[in-house]
């Protein structure tokens, strides 16, 4: 017969543990791509102007920025919802960040928009949105590493690094 309610209980609980554990997995693997991103940047003298197109809340760029011993020059979180820019908001006064970071409201898709940014970013942050769709299918890790590096030898690191996090995400 069926499983009953206790059963069903205990595989949903299973489930969202494993979903936790994933969740924090990704937020790891973010912050040390956020960290070598950045050593990468000032190791080629260059700004660091961060942008994550996704952001929700800000949490995994907030989290990554409080652990480094110097901050980026600039960091702009985007995400689609009123509500997730209003709390990311607050969350960057609560880091202390206002002055170097501001959220903004936006569509991730929207490439036009993205490649006007202002200032431009040197390193991109698309953790979490990309593999929602189907188009990343057709595409290993494999290959997004080989295009993440691509990029970066030409000194596309925006590019380089959204490869890079579709490649983890994978």
């Known amino acids: 017969g ?10 949903g609980r299973a489930a969202d543990d494993g979903q ?6 990704r937020k790891l693997n973010v912050e040390e791509l956020i960290g070598e991103a950045i050593r990468r940047l000032r190791a080629a003298a260059m700004p660091v ?14 989290d990554a920025v409080k652990q480094l011993s110097s901050r980026p020059d ?23 960040l206002n002055g170097i970071a501001r959220f903004i409201e ?8 993205l490649a006007v940014m202002t200032p ?3 390193a991109a942050i698309a953790s979490g949105i990309y593999e929602l769709f189907g188009d990343n299918d057709a595409r290993s890790a494999a290959d997004m590493r080989v295009d993440a590096a691509a990029a970066a030898s030409r000194g596309d690191y925006a590019t380089a ?3 890079l996090f579709r490649a983890v995400a994978r």
């Not at 069926?2 to 595989?11: D, F, I, K, Q, T």
């Not at 929700?56 to 760029?61: D, I, L």
């Not at 936006?106 to 928009?113: S, T, Y």
Request: proline residues 4%; glycine residues 12%.
């Open 2 to 11: 069926a499983p009953g309610p206790e059963r069903r209980a205990l595989v």
């Open 20 to 25: 936790v554990r994933g969740i924090r997995q």
């Open 49 to 62: 102007r961060l942008v994550d197109i996704a952001a929700g809340h800000g949490r995994y760029v907030t």
């Open 74 to 96: 600039s960091i702009v979180l985007q995400d689609y919802l009123a509500a997730n820019v209003q709390a990311g908001g607050a969350l960057l006064a609560l880091a202390g």
């Open 106 to 113: 936006g569509d991730a898709f929207d490439e036009a928009r």
């Open 120 to 122: 431009a970013p040197t």
């Open 161 to 163: 690094i959204a490869e």
